[in-house]
């Protein structure tokens, strides 16, 4: 894998040497390192995110979005030119990028028939979804071939009970919607983290913490400029028909260590 270029966030493919020599400085020649696919761009290019440093690089084999690759770098200058190291075993290797590969493909087969039908709503009850899918059996086909493909991620966790689930319904304008739900820890109540694809605020997780009558919510996405009006906006909701206390929710910054999605936190964490 070459890096043939970097930028500043939010900069062109090749603008700049701030991340490359950023990287340059931190690392040696045969030095092993990890690192997070973030993007998948035309011409077999790639975002990835090494050591929290963000490079465009080319490469020879592809990798689902989110997917943990390790390299050994074998040249710094004048180009960073990095060997991808092949692993094997439960958490991290080839075994688990097939199933991960196959569910992002179901689903983004589904987002590209469900989109224009959603009309770009914000939300859709899921009686709604059902009735849509009720109405074409294409869609149907392709919704329940990304719902097998998120059961088979579950399997890999290797807990009854944490899931995965794919849950489009929950924010039908954005991209790369998952579910995953689990026992929080040492508490008795469950955790839920919703997440999505936004197109102004990148990656958004929705972090819910629920009991019998309380619930908490905290939202972190990836870009803030429009933190505050959502915060004051959420705030200002009212849920008078649930039959549970709903906290108002707090924003944050996602870190950039959750930029490869919860998938690849929980089925490619070393």
């Not at 958490?91 to 590969?101: E, F, K, M």
């Not at 998120?150 to 794919?166: H, M, Q, S």
Request: net charge positive.
């Amino acid at each position: 894998m070459r890096i043939r270029g970097s930028g500043k966030d939010g900069g062109g493919f090749f603008g700049g040497r701030n991340r490359s020599d950023s990287f340059r400085r931190k690392h040696r020649l045969g030095q092993k390192v990890r690192g997070v696919l973030l993007k998948n761009v035309p011409d077999d290019m790639a975002w990835v995110e090494i050591n929290g440093d963000r490079l465009l690089a080319q490469l020879s084999v592809v990798h689902p979005e989110g997917a943990r690759l390790t390299f050994i770098i074998e040249q710094l200058t004048p180009y960073i030119i990095l060997k991808e190291l092949r692993e094997h075993g439960h958490g991290g290797g080839a075994d688990v990028l097939v199933p991960a590969n196959a569910f992002d493909t179901a689903r983004a087969l589904f987002e590209a028939r469900f989109r224009p039908l959603a009309d770009q709503k914000t939300s859709m009850p899921a009686r709604e979804f059902l009735i849509l899918l009720a109405g074409s059996a294409e869609l149907y086909t392709r919704y329940a071939d990304a719902a097998r493909c998120a059961e088979a991620l579950t399997a890999l966790l290797g807990n009854d009970e944490e899931r995965i689930l794919y849950q489009p319904w929950l924010a039908p304008e954005t991209r790369r919607q998952v579910t995953f739900v689990r026992p929080a820890p040492d508490t008795g109540l469950t955790e839920t983290i919703v997440e999505f694809d936004h197109p102004s605020m990148g990656l958004v997780r929705a972090e819910f913490l629920h009991g019998k009558d309380r619930v908490a919510c905290r939202l972190k996405m990836q870009h803030m400029r429009h933190a505050k009006a959502l915060a004051r906006y959420l705030a200002a909701k009212a849920h008078p028909e649930l039959p549970l206390r709903v906290d108002p929710p707090g924003v944050a910054k996602l870190p950039s260590s959750g930029h490869g999605g919860i998938i690849a936190e929980r089925i490619f964490r070393k």
